[in-house]
């Protein structure tokens, strides 16, 4: 990595450097007790095996990690340690673990045990597939009662666990090699976490349909095991698969379609700064101001005589998200909205509204709680705000709505975000996550065809949680999953991340993306936990300006020999045809296309003007 590591990430704290394991053709990266990114012969197999622990707002341990020892001679290794998690009220668990890495085999086992007792929402192995390549490819999968199905691995995202009641898993990692994943100590399933734009299939410990949170008696160890088995069949000699080339190609495909209207999220608690920032408003120029409205969090017609002096001062259309609380009949409620929308003039384009209770996951053998049927939801909306577009979906992610589809009918679009740090926070993790948007928007296309379609917001910090009670506080500004900051919001690294997100959902003939607020912790201009720089925009806010300034126009498809590594797509305006390039890795790349060549630094973008 090169760069000023704040200007990159908002802080100087750095991840923890992998160690790279080695056993011939197999090679595994040992990151915090846990194995990253494991390939044979150059391939990934796995994206990742985690022992993980997590509380019971489904936030993840960092152990405290003893006695680690490292061995290895190029022909194998192995890894011992013990892991300590301090939970609430003075209790511990206690875990040991052992890997054992050789040419065609790894074993991960543990035994955790706790003197006190502890409560946890899941404690054991996760095992992460890739989705690149797999979406759809064969699979065989063992049952715990030995019975074996020979079946495939979704394309289209799964709202259920696509396998249950799992002993083994085995797929082809390339011609002639296949990778058996064999489970062992308790039952295993499938989630399909692309439905979190996760990049994996994630196989883990205790079905959900069990009670959670559960117990860790004292004193009764829990002891698992995960073996990853290679069957290489391929001739002797064969040729070895080779590393990706240094220099990224990059040519123009045939794809087209018109760039998204970009918007912004504006809350009650921000109108005022939002006020204040009318200049930097101007120079955005987003094509939809998103108003959010909750009354269940006690907005109410102050908010709505903000909203309507932001929007006075703006062209961009706006849009009312509304929570609608459904403590009443919908129509009362959405009676009284439309009431004091008329009392402060008011009066947005289009409204999204949601029941609040929806923005609550519903796992797997949980109980839908109480809700109005959206049907009634939707006709109490076209009521009380007659000539006003009606639009709705989920105000959480595409897991819910995915899991409760809502009746299209009555909807003039539908709506739903993203948050790439529901289950990990790491760079890597996090920029993985743009490989599953493509398969979320093809999963939305497959429900609701040519629908008008919203993302947003969609940011790095997570604004509200959905599998928890509350979001994460992030004082020390850490990469942790699920909190309500992060620090590479600050950084170059949200410019790449937006632009990556806006390359990757363009197939989906969006009508808006939002990607971000004008102010506040998710906003576009530096704010109070940036002293030196309050005031000042971040470095997303250029990537952000340079997407509302190409809404409308023509993209045309850009395909990369490694988009792992970068990423681009072509736009066609005023300016003639520009190349729009991003690198989303902490290396610099070496940028080739229609003979012109560049070095992108970490986390860089550039506009190259190409002749048409």
């Avoid at 002891?223 to 064969?238: A, C, F, M, T, Y």
Wanted: proline share 8%.
């Amino acid at each position: 990595m090169t760069g000023d590591p704040f200007l990159l990430y908002g802080t100087r704290d750095a991840e923890t450097t992998p160690v790279r394991l080695s056993a011939k053709k197999l090679e595994v990266d040992l990151v915090g007790g846990n194995l990253r990114t494991i390939r044979y012969d150059g391939t990934e197999v796995l994206r990742a095996v985690s022992y993980l622990v997590r509380d019971r707002d489904w936030g993840t341990y960092s152990p405290e990690i003893e006695d680690l020892a490292i061995e290895q001679d190029g022909g194998a290794f192995e890894v011992t340690y013990r892991a300590r998690c301090q939970g609430p009220g003075d209790t511990g668990l206690v875990v040991d673990v052992r890997i054992v890495g050789q040419s065609d085999r790894l074993d991960f086992e543990a035994e955790a045990k706790s003197e006190t007792g502890f409560e946890t929402n899941r404690c054991g192995f996760c095992i992460l597939h890739p989705i690149v390549g797999l979406g759809g490819a064969p699979a065989r999968v063992e049952h715990v009662d030995g019975a074996t199905e020979v079946t495939r691995f979704p394309d289209l995202i799964e709202p259920w666990q696509p396998f249950k009641d799992m002993r083994a898993i085995t797929h082809v990692a390339m011609p002639g090699v296949s990778a058996e994943c064999r489970m062992e100590g308790d039952t295993f399933e499938m989630e399909d976490q692309r439905n979190w734009s996760d990049a994996s299939y994630k196989t883990y410990v205790r079905p959900l349909a069990l009670p959670w949170p559960y117990q860790i008696p004292a004193g009764q160890p829990v002891r698992q095991k995960i073996s990853l088995i290679i069957k290489d069949s391929r001739p002797v000699g064969h040729p070895t698969a080779g590393a990706s080339a240094d220099v990224v190609k990059l040519h123009l495909g045939g794809r087209t379609g018109a760039m998204p209207a970009i918007g912004l999220i504006i809350t009650p608690e921000e109108a005022e700064a939002c006020l204040s920032a009318q200049r930097f408003l101007a120079e955005i120029a987003p094509q939809e101001l998103i108003f959010h409205f909750d009354p269940g969090a006690g907005h109410g017609v102050e908010a709505l005589k903000r909203f309507a002096d932001i929007a006075a001062t703006h062209p961009g259309r706006p849009t009312l998200e509304i929570a609608l609380p459904c403590r009443q009949a919908p129509a009362d409620e959405t009676a009284t909205i439309a009431r004091d929308m008329r009392s402060t003039g008011f009066r947005p384009d289009a409204i999204m509204i949601s029941p609040s209770v929806d923005r609550q996951s519903t796992p797997p053998g949980s109980k839908w709680p109480d809700c109005p049927p959206l049907e009634e939801v939707y006709a109490a909306a076209h009521a009380a705000f007659p000539g006003i577009r009606i639009g709705g979906g989920m105000l959480s992610y595409f897991t819910e709505l995915n899991r409760k589809r809502v009746p299209e009918g009555q909807l003039a679009f539908i709506s739903h975000c993203t948050n790439p740090i529901v289950h990990a926070a790491d760079d890597l993790s996090v920029m993985q996550t743009l490989e599953a948007l493509p398969f979320i928007t093809r999963s939305v296309r497959a429900i609701y065809g040519d629908k008008p379609y919203r993302i947003g917001p969609s940011t790095i910090p997570m604004r509200q949680n959905p599998y928890g009670s509350r979001t994460m506080e992030n004082p020390s500004g850490g990469r942790i999953p699920m909190a309500n900051r992060d620090p590479r919001h600050n950084g170059q690294f949200a410019a790449a991340f937006a632009l990556a997100y806006a390359t990757s959902v363009l197939d989906a003939d969006l009508e808006c993306l939002t990607l971000s607020a004008l102010t506040g912790p998710f906003g576009l201009i530096a704010g109070a936990d940036e002293p030196s720089r309050k005031g000042d925009p971040r470095p997303l806010f250029g990537a952000v300006r340079t997407l509302a300034a190409l809404a409308g126009t023509e993209w045309q498809e850009c395909i990369s020999s490694s988009p792992s590594r970068v990423l681009a797509f072509a736009s066609i305006g005023p300016a003639g045809l520009q190349l729009h390039v991003v690198n989303v890795t902490s290396n610099e790349q070496a940028v080739e296309c229609d003979g012109l060549k560049l070095g992108l630094p970490p986390f860089g973008t550039a506009i190259l003007s190409l002749s048409d």
